[in-house]
């Protein structure tokens, strides 16, 4: 059974940090693409970044390009997001997802709620 567990997440200021962290079973981790994705409160589903099986290749949405960093542990069978800067905007429940194919992401993690507020 696939299980994608994430934590890490919390209440930060504004152009505050946090570190997100997805563990991995169920799979062979290193075979597959995996994506962060976000749902704010009222909104759809919004993608935020990949990494190639391998760990070469990354990502980004626009909206946090130059802010998060996506990186992976094949090793550990972990799944990281480092978000820096973080705004308002960025308030959502982050989910780690097998992108099975472009645009598709299921299986996802429960999530982790991430708010940022002053």
């Known amino acids: 059974e696939v299980q994608l567990v994430e934590s890490g997440g919390g209440l930060v200021e504004p152009g505050g940090s946090l570190r997100l962290s997805c563990v991995a079973s169920?799979?062979?981790?290193?075979?597959?693409?995996m994506s962060w994705v976000r749902q704010a409160p009222g909104k759809g589903l919004e993608w935020v970044s990949r990494?190639?099986?391998?760990?070469?290749?990354?990502w980004y949405a626009d909206s946090v390009k130059g802010r998060f960093t996506i990186s992976s542990d094949n090793a550990k069978s972990t799944l990281y997001l480092d978000m820096n800067d973080l705004e308002i905007e960025d308030t959502a429940s982050y989910h780690c997802?097998?992108?099975?194919?472009?645009?598709?992401?299921?299986?996802r993690g429960q999530g982790t709620q991430v708010t940022v507020s002053s």
């Open positions: 997802a097998i992108e099975t194919k472009p645009g598709f992401f299921a299986p």
């Open positions: 990494i190639s099986p391998d760990g070469a290749r990354t």
């Open positions: 169920g799979f062979i981790f290193g075979t597959v693409v």
